[in-house]
């Protein structure tokens, strides 16, 4: 019985503080202003892995390329996070996923917003270049640029070649 009353409260602790820190859905947006922001945190390429796991929890695994880029996957929020030396680089979501190796295979479930759209997995390249808000350039079919030239964060869109949305990913400078 004494195990039990000190079980009891150990394991509640626990529980208690995966609720905490395990996220379930991911809010991402990127303002009209060229910010991005994750679960009201603004990320920047000064965003430190640390930082990321206090806002996601830890990665459900991780691979690293040949550019010492580290590939930080959550699976359960569909999201990738890329760091080099600690520090962001980039911020991925996949929608329709086309065997790409650097995004997780199921489709995202979180929220997005690119300026005043809200982006689903409907969205088509005519969506994007119908946003006015925010620089938007679509060169080629299959892909979309998002800010400026000279913006710190900056968003990539690619489509299939049906036109349907397969990743999104936010690269920060």
Do not use: H
């Not at 880029?69 to 680089?89: C, S």
């Not at 911020?91 to 190796?101: I, K, L, P, S």
């Not at 689903?120 to 270049?129: G, N, P, Q, V």
């Amino acid at each position: 019985m004494k195990r039990l009353r000190l079980l009891g409260p150990l394991l509640l602790a626990c529980l208690f503080s995966l609720g905490v820190v395990a996220q379930t859905k991911v809010d991402v947006s990127y303002t009209s202003k060229e910010k991005l922001i994750v679960n009201k945190l603004e990320l920047s390429k000064k965003t430190k892995m640390s930082k990321i796991v206090e806002l996601l929890g830890e990665p459900d695994r991780t691979s690293t390329s040949k550019v010492d880029e580290t590939a930080n996957f959550y699976e359960n929020l569909r999201v990738v996070v890329i760091t080099k030396n600690d520090l962001m680089v980039a911020f991925g979501m996949n929608f329709t996923w086309d065997n790409a190796e650097n995004y997780p295979e199921k489709s995202f479930i979180g929220n997005l917003n690119i300026a005043d759209y809200v982006v689903t997995t409907d969205s088509k390249l005519e969506d994007f270049s119908a946003i006015s808000s925010i620089a938007i350039s679509c060169p080629i079919s299959i892909m979309c640029g998002i800010g400026q030239k000279d913006t710190k964060t900056k968003g990539l869109v690619t489509f299939n070649d049906d036109g349907i949305m397969n990743e999104v990913t936010f690269l920060l400078q």
